[in-house]
């Protein structure tokens, strides 16, 4: 299984604020990273597929960019409906793998 | 607008089996592949397998021995089935539809998803 691992498990930011997550990826997926935000009781919600590829109706201040094993996720300025946990996902080889998850707190 | 909605037993017997039924509106099954995604409380995101309309399956080999997903197009549902189950399987069980093709492929609807307890 390709393994993801997430930096950082969690972090604390403020409004406004520039947020990056990175996920590394065990062995190289070309650009087969997906990104997900999740709220408290909530399904995760799709943000990023394809690695750099926005979902439909995902705001523009959320984007990512990687390749072969280093994927990042970044909020250009960070908003309050934006605290949540964030997880990658490659759909490189099955079975689908994701990372532990990064919790965006409130600073 | 596409919904996903699972329904089921919210607690199960250790040993028997576990039965979900994800019911799919506002758009058809036939076309797509279909998803169960499971989350422990407090934990992260395993993939269980997926269906595509055909039944062509994929299990996560983790659960291959104990899982099968099947598919109704007649009603627009997919269901989930885990047998032997234990207290490890307690969790958030979530269904979703898989869109994309190769490097594009993700998973853009969910269900709200269901709590399955695992207890005696």
């Known amino acids: 299984d390709i393994q993801m691992t997430q930096s950082p498990s969690s972090l604390s930011a403020s409004v406004g604020d520039r947020v990056t997550i990175t996920c590394r990826a065990s062995?190289?997926?070309?650009?087969?990273s997906n990104w997900y935000q999740q709220k408290p009781g909530k399904a995760p919600k799709a943000l990023i597929y394809a690695a750099s590829s926005l979902q439909s109706g995902v705001p523009s201040r959320f984007s990512g960019s990687g390749s072969g094993t280093d994927f990042t996720l970044t909020i250009s300025s960070l908003q309050p409906e934006d605290f949540a946990t964030y997880y990658c996902q490659q759909s490189y080889i099955y079975p689908w793998t994701f990372g532990q998850g990064t919790k965006v707190e409130v600073k | 607008q596409v919904q996903l909605q699972e329904s089921g037993p919210g607690l199960v017997k250790p040993s028997e089996t576990l039965s979900l039924t994800c019911t799919v509106s506002?758009?058809?099954?036939?076309?797509?592949?279909w998803n169960w995604i499971r989350q422990p409380p407090g934990k992260g995101l395993e993939w269980i397998g997926y269906?595509?309309?055909?039944?062509?399956?994929r299990y996560n080999p983790s659960l291959e021995s104990r899982v099968t997903i099947s598919v109704d197009t007649s009603k627009n549902q997919f269901s989930l089935r885990l047998t032997s189950v234990t207290a490890a399987d307690t969790a958030f069980y979530y269904c979703?539809?898989?869109?994309?093709?190769?490097?594009?492929?993700?998973?853009?609807?969910w269900g709200q998803g269901t709590l399955v307890t695992v207890s005696s």
């Open positions: 062995e190289s997926m070309s650009n087969y």
């Open positions: 979703a539809r898989e869109s994309g093709r190769y490097e594009t492929t993700r998973l853009d609807y």
């Open positions: 269906i595509h309309y055909s039944g062509n399956t």
């Open positions: 506002g758009g058809s099954i036939n076309k797509y592949y």
